[in-house]
């Protein structure tokens, strides 16, 4: 009996017609990344072990994607000793593109210049639920700037999200705080020493509501005082620098908070002088529960389309520490390829020339007129147009039916009346309109 062929849960195919509307995502977003000097980079799909454990919180250390040594190394255990997949596992398919970046610029420091611009646009493994939106196999498009702490980098992200957005047709809304603020907050209801417990639950608030994250809230350990303090803060109101004013008056006794407030009120200074044309709001329930981050962090939300975020990132201050290279501040966001893909189909924002991959058919109506077609062809390709010619000489229905089914806009006649007057036939095949061309003048079709 055949096996019914079949793929992980989480995973996709990605036939002809979609892989062209994800390569007009890869290439619209990488041509910005190179407008603003970011170097193109590739890490390996797994990583060792040791580099990925403790670097995204104890949630995120479950969702890590272990690999078996080998299939040997495993011959002769029962499935208990299978089970203890730690001692036998020594790699992990990457998580993010941010740890190993910060395993890159470690191993590499002595041949890189500071600060080091790089993006980077491969796919990462998560063992999470599968779900719209989420996958367990997907793409992210990186792009970090690691060896400076100015936050004109962080300026130049928000300017990054603009374009990158724009060009794509997205409405969005970027969502900014700051973990400094985040630490202030701790500090200001008294419990700094539980700052993990509160970012990890706040930034849960828009998906299980206010009720909810109070609830866990109390089960990490805060008392009903802590969580009564913490509420009002997290329903501030007003435009940025009047949340930031409020907040200032809340968390003024926490030195670390206010530097996160004269961080904030600084980029949203250059953000204004410079005319970013972005919808951002301070929320200071973001607190994306990465360890690593410890400044400004990023979200980007689509605002005409419900998904989760398809944007995010931040600033990380010591990430390559934890490799040996101790402050290096670095900053950077993530473009969620998937996301922004699925937001594009359901606004129908793809353009029309992304949905073919050949603009131009000619038929196939026998040896001379191939040998006729075959000269023209090749100066439309020369002239940068995707061209082919059906194989066989089929009947001409046949054809014109596989050019409608791969939605080629033209088609190319040349028959025996066609080799007489040296005259082409041209059928646009979305309007159905037909003209006769000089055959010098068909290669014109690469310029429409």
Same mark, same amino acid.
């Given at each position: 009996?055949?096996?019914?062929? !079949?793929?992980?849960?989480?995973?996709?195919?990605?036939?002809?017609?979609?892989?062209?509307?994800?390569?007009?995502?890869?290439?619209t977003?990488?041509?910005?990344?190179?407008?603003?000097?970011?170097?193109?980079?590739?890490?390996p799909s797994?990583e060792?072990?040791?580099?990925?454990?403790?670097?995204?919180?104890?949630?995120?250390?479950?969702?890590?994607?272990?690999?078996?040594? !080998?299939?040997?190394?495993?011959?002769?255990?029962?499935d208990?000793?299978?089970?203890q997949?730690?001692?036998?596992?020594?790699?992990g398919?990457?998580?993010?593109?941010?740890?190993?970046?910060?395993?890159?610029?470690?191993q590499?420091?002595?041949?890189?210049?500071?600060?080091?611009?790089r993006y980077?646009?491969?796919?990462?493994?998560?063992?999470?639920?599968?779900?719209?939106?989420?996958?367990?196999?997907?793409?992210q498009?990186?792009?970090?700037?690691?060896?400076?702490?100015?936050?004109?980098?962080?300026?130049?992200?928000?300017?990054i999200?603009?374009?990158v957005?724009?060009?794509?047709?997205?409405?969005?809304?970027?969502?900014?705080?700051?973990?400094? &603020?985040?630490?202030? &907050?701790?500090?200001?209801?008294?419990?700094?020493?539980?700052?993990?417990?509160?970012?990890?639950? &706040?930034?849960k608030?828009e998906?299980?509501?206010?009720?909810n994250?109070?609830?866990e #809230?109390?089960?990490?350990?805060?008392?009903?005082?802590?969580?009564?303090?913490?509420?009002?803060?997290?329903?501030?109101?007003?435009?940025n620098?009047?949340?930031?004013?409020? #907040?200032?008056?809340?968390?003024?006794?926490s030195?670390?908070?206010?530097?996160?407030?004269?961080?904030?009120?600084?980029?949203?200074?250059?953000?204004?002088?410079?005319?970013?044309?972005?919808?951002?709001?301070?929320?200071?329930?973001?607190?994306?529960?990465?360890n690593?981050?410890?400044g400004?962090?990023?979200?980007?939300?689509?605002?005409?389309?419900?998904?989760?975020?398809?944007?995010?990132?931040?600033?990380?201050?010591?990430?390559?520490?934890?490799?040996?290279?101790p402050?290096?501040?670095?900053?950077?966001?993530?473009?969620?390829?998937?996301?922004?893909?699925?937001?594009?189909?359901?606004?129908?924002?793809?353009?029309?020339e992304?949905?073919f991959?050949?603009?131009?058919?000619?038929?196939?109506?026998?040896?001379?007129?191939?040998?006729?077609s075959l000269? &023209?062809m090749?100066?439309?390709?020369?002239?940068?147009?995707?061209?082919?010619?059906?194989?066989?000489?089929?009947?001409?229905?046949?054809?014109?039916?596989?050019?409608?089914r791969?939605?080629?806009?033209?088609?190319?006649?040349?028959? !025996?009346?066609?080799?007489?007057?040296?005259?082409?036939?041209?059928?646009?095949?979305?309007t159905?309109?037909?003209?006769?061309?000089?055959?010098?003048?068909?290669?014109?079709?690469?310029?429409?």
């Open positions: 009996m055949a096996q019914k062929p !079949s793929i992980p849960k989480g995973t996709r195919d990605f036939s002809p017609a979609e892989m062209m509307r994800r390569t007009y995502i890869f290439e977003i990488k041509r910005v990344f190179r407008t603003y000097g970011y170097a193109p980079l590739e890490t797994m060792n072990l040791s580099t990925l454990l403790g670097k995204y919180g104890d949630e995120g250390d479950k969702l890590l994607f272990k690999i078996l040594n !080998s299939g040997d190394y495993a011959a002769g255990l029962n208990e000793q299978i089970r997949a730690s001692k036998i596992c020594e790699k398919l990457r998580y993010d593109l941010t740890v190993p970046f910060a395993r890159y610029v470690v590499h420091q002595s041949e890189i210049t500071f600060p080091f611009k980077q646009v491969q796919p990462v493994w998560r063992a999470d639920r599968p779900q719209k939106g989420r996958y367990r196999e997907f793409y498009c990186d792009v970090d700037v690691i060896g400076s702490r100015s936050l004109l980098n962080e300026v130049e992200l928000i300017e999200v603009e374009r957005f724009a060009l794509l047709g997205i409405g969005v809304t970027l969502k900014m705080n700051n973990r400094k &603020i985040l630490y202030g &907050i701790a500090e200001a209801i008294g419990h700094a020493d539980k700052m993990m417990d509160i970012t990890v639950a &706040i930034d608030l998906k299980i509501g206010l009720d994250v109070k609830a #809230l109390a089960e990490r350990g805060l008392d009903e005082e802590a969580i009564a303090k913490l509420q009002p803060i997290l329903e501030l109101s007003g435009t620098a009047e949340k930031l004013q409020k #907040l200032a008056d809340v968390i003024s006794c030195e670390t908070g206010m530097k996160g407030i004269e961080e904030m009120t600084e980029i949203f200074g250059y953000v204004e002088d410079a005319d970013i044309n972005l919808r951002i709001e301070l929320d200071l329930s973001l607190a994306r529960g990465l690593y981050y410890t400004a962090i990023f979200e980007v939300k689509a605002e005409d389309f419900a998904i989760g975020s398809i944007c995010g990132g931040g600033r990380y201050d010591d990430l390559t520490g934890i490799f040996g290279l402050n290096t501040s670095g900053v950077g966001i993530s473009f969620g390829a998937d996301r922004i893909y699925d937001v594009m189909v359901g606004l129908d924002l793809f353009p029309e992304v949905d991959t050949t603009k131009v058919m000619f038929v196939n109506l026998g040896k001379e007129e191939v040998l006729e000269k &023209i090749r100066k439309l390709r020369l002239a940068g147009a995707a061209t082919e010619i059906y194989p066989e000489p089929a009947k001409m229905k046949k054809q014109m039916e596989y050019a409608n791969r939605n080629i806009p033209y088609v190319v006649i040349i028959g !025996s009346n066609e080799l007489q007057e040296r005259k082409a036939t041209v059928k646009n095949m979305r159905g309109e037909q003209m006769s061309v000089d055959f010098c003048e068909v290669s014109d079709l690469a310029y429409l």
